[in-house]
């Protein structure tokens, strides 16, 4: 037996785990007993079809053959990589849909239904092809969909997923402060003691004196940022405010997330986190979860100031997850088909068999 052989590509999303592993599965039929959905999870990249992989039925008239994993959980999906049988039937794997789903598509209306990836060509024989999800793909269920004509149902060797676990508000405040100490800017300080870096110092002490980033603009758009140094999926900004006079200035406010510094570029990659109109009690922080599929590498509070009541802010904690680009630019269509991500071939070498099931 040929060992299969992978070519390093350099993808991130291919250095994530494997979180289809030994996961529940289903299928629209079975061809054998011993060529059940769970095949497809099992670690095992042999390219057997009677031993290592999944097959739907065998019908004389068109069907729909589809597979699915349910991950257990929501992640932010961005990698299904799924390996082809080594033998003569090779050429059924082709014209194929990856959906992510949000519920159980069996007994759901496929309301949050996704499209990953349409795969029009065919995968080669015993290899591995790298399909990249459409950027913010986010769902509990993967599943690949098939129109078999008539004796070319859906076969499937091996089938991983990889990405993120996406982070519910409560959740989301486990993870580390992403913005610690990271770099910093604002609009003007108000002296030298209460530069812009001292909200992501980690003291959360809230003595405004030498505690707070104070501007000094009388009426402006006063504006502090934070630069992650990479892209996240943002889901927490927590905002700590001072605890002696004037508390009362933070007070309707907004968070942005960018993909690239606002300070030079035109804003097109701006995301709103969120948007807080009431004022944040004395010495208080609030955890302000994003909207989903916040992503980005610059984190920025706006206030419009009107008259002596500038932005003060004492402690600044974001808290995400870092996001990784599978394969290719997610955010251009640099060098994609059109209507479909990048994909990314892993060559395997096919290995020697003899089904022709």
Not at 240 to 259: A, K, M, Y
């Amino acid at each position: 037996m040929t060992h299969a052989q992978t070519l390093d590509l350099g993808l991130p999303g291919v250095d994530l785990p494997n979180i289809a592993l030994n996961k529940p599965t289903k299928q629209s039929s079975d061809y054998r007993p011993s060529m059940t959905s769970d095949r497809a999870v099992d670690g095992n990249h042999n390219t057997n079809i009677v031993r290592d992989c999944a097959h739907v039925a065998v019908y004389n008239e068109p069907s729909l053959d589809w597979w699915q994993v349910d991950l257990r959980q929501t992640f932010l999906v961005q990698t299904v990589s799924i390996t082809n049988r080594g033998d003569a039937c090779n050429d059924r794997l082709t014209n194929f849909t990856v959906e992510v789903h949000t519920s159980d598509p069996t007994i759901s209306n496929n309301s949050g239904l996704q499209l990953c990836y349409w795969h029009e060509d065919t995968v080669g024989k015993g290899l591995t092809v790298d399909l990249t999800c459409a950027v913010n793909t986010i769902g509990r269920y993967v599943r690949i969909v098939k129109y078999s004509s008539g004796h070319r149902p859906l076969t499937l060797c091996e089938v991983e997923v990889r990405g993120t676990p996406l982070h519910r508000t409560c959740e989301g405040m486990n993870l580390p402060n992403i913005a610690l100490h990271k770099p910093t800017k604002q609009n003007s300080n108000d002296d030298w003691s209460k530069s812009s870096d001292r909200a992501v110092d980690g003291n959360h002490n809230t003595n405004a004196e030498v505690r707070n980033v104070e501007l000094n603009n009388k009426t402006s758009m006063d504006w502090w940022q934070v630069d992650l140094r990479q892209t996240f999926l943002v889901q927490i900004v927590s905002i700590t405010n001072r605890w002696e006079c004037c508390h009362d200035r933070l007070t309707n406010f907004t968070v942005e997330v960018h993909t690239s510094d606002p300070m030079t570029s035109n804003n097109s990659g701006i995301q709103l986190c969120y948007w807080h109109k009431d004022t944040v009690g004395r010495g208080l922080t609030v955890d302000l979860p994003c909207a989903v599929n916040t992503i980005g590498r610059y984190v920025r509070i706006v206030k419009y100031s009107r008259g002596n009541k500038p932005l003060t802010l004492c402690e600044v904690d974001v808290k995400g997850t870092l996001w990784h680009k599978a394969c290719g630019d997610f955010l251009s269509n640099r060098n994609r088909k059109k209507g479909s991500p990048l994909p990314c071939v892993r060559m395997q070498p096919a290995q020697s068999k003899s089904s022709h099931l």
